[in-house]
């Protein structure tokens, strides 16, 4: 189902790479379009389960402030950060004084974004409450790419973590807004369950997973290859496709191709988020 065609590669930056939770939106743009993923996970245990090939390559360290700083790991891998669990909330919910048990602690020298000396278009974050050091040592890198999609909480699941708002403010001074949710995690204050499901929640937002665009006055002055690649995130990972057809009609004014048409023609499920 290809209607963009030449574009260069699709550089992806995977910043906590584990395979412990699926990331299903970047299998799509993998499988879908010319994309590489440089990937970074600290924990040797969870790194060791992840295998490059010709569009995948890993590395053993963690993305951080430069700085030497003890990981925490804990009783799920998905627990595990650079911050302690700030359990006295996390005990408000069920599993969560299980799971964030600290079983060791392992000292990790970390690198800055900034001096990596990559270029990448999607940024994806998943650093367990780390996320406001990663942007604040690497401002260039991330003000340079494109789409950012990152995992944030309104009330931080560790102690030191900013929240979403926080956040939220960083990514817009470097050029970034909002556009949607790609998962929101809600959980139960005990001891209530829904449907004796633990995991099930009711109203209370406990994660987020945004994305983040360039702000639209940026993307009114971009060049035609990068534009392209915001539109193949966008469709492939996100399914934002009223955003696509937007982007897309904007592409043919200025280069006089049919993308629009080839567009229209993919079948694709149109679905109410949220």
Known sequence: ?????????????????????????????LNNTKSKIIGFEANKEEFVK????ENKKY??????????????????????SFLKPNIN????????????????????????????????????MDVQGFESEIIKNGK????NS??????????????????????CNQLEELGFNLHMFNNINTRSFKPMKINNNIRTGLN???????????NLDFINNINTDS??????????????????HYLITKLDSLTGEKNLENFLNQKIKIEKKY
């Open 1 to 29: 189902m290809e209607f963009i065609k030449d574009y260069s590669t699709i550089k992806i930056c995977d910043l906590g790479s584990s395979p412990c939770d699926p990331t299903p939106f970047l299998d799509e743009i």
């Open 50 to 53: 992840l295998n490059d090939s």
């Open 59 to 80: 590395y053993n360290y963690a993305i951080g402030d430069g700085e030497i700083h003890n990981l925490n790991i804990c009783a799920i891998p998905g627990m595990s």
């Open 89 to 124: 909330y996390l005990k408000l919910f069920h599993g969560f004084e299980e799971w964030s048990k600290i079983l060791k602690t392992i000292p990790i020298k970390t690198k800055k974004m900034d001096n990596l000396n990559e270029k990448f278009d999607f940024i994806k």
């Open 140 to 143: 260039n890198t991330i003000e």
């Open 146 to 167: 494109l789409v950012v999609q990152i995992e944030t909480s309104p009330i931080p699941l560790y102690v030191n973590e900013k929240p979403f708002s926080y956040i």
């Open 204 to 214: 209370h937002i406990f994660q987020l997973d945004c994305v983040f665009i360039k």
């Open 227 to 244: 534009l392209k690649k915001i539109i193949l995130i966008m469709f492939w990972s996100f399914k934002s496709y009223d955003l696509v």
